[in-house]
């Protein structure tokens, strides 16, 4: 059973709002790059994307703010698949403040394959689609495990 995929983010001064918060738009800049990163551990990076022409790109986003980062927090961005299908997959990004676990804000991100020059949807490349599978099975018996203990 692997660990879940984490992919680590320091909060930038240019990042924050007036408010002093992170402002919302870099939450989903920040899930994107996650994204990348996690593809790229899986063996899907951009030049395989490229290579099979089937980009992820994103279809729709769903945000839950929970609590707030500052500049110069970091966070820990925890990434599982939540559903794989055939021309799209689902991820929650899960960010918690590395300082304390807090977490900070859930983000279930939608991804469709296009292809680059027409940008019509496509069938997700085997090699994705059983990553992301086995990760998904993996989670929910990880979940499992935890709800039971």
């Not at 994107?32 to 030049?47: F, N, P, V």
């Not at 292809?115 to 099975?137: H, N």
Request: one cysteine or more.
């Amino acid at each position: 059973m692997t660990s879940p995929f984490v992919h680590r983010v320091e909060v930038h001064f240019y990042e924050v709002d007036q408010v002093g918060v992170v402002f919302n738009a870099w939450y989903l800049a920040w899930c994107d790059d996650a994204r990348l990163a996690y593809c790229e551990s899986r063996g899907y990076g951009i030049e395989q994307a490229r290579k099979a022409d089937a980009m992820p790109l994103v279809r729709h986003a769903d945000i839950e703010w929970l609590a707030s980062l500052s500049a110069g927090d970091h966070a820990q961005i925890v990434v599982r698949p939540v559903r794989v299908g055939t021309t799209s997959f689902s991820l929650r990004h899960e960010i918690h403040r590395a300082q304390d676990g807090e977490l900070c804000a859930v983000l279930t991100i939608t991804y469709v394959a296009a292809g680059l020059a027409e940008r019509t949807k496509r069938e997700l490349p085997l090699s994705l689609r059983t990553a992301l599978e086995q990760d998904r099975a993996e989670g929910h018996s990880r979940r499992d495990i935890l709800i039971s203990r």
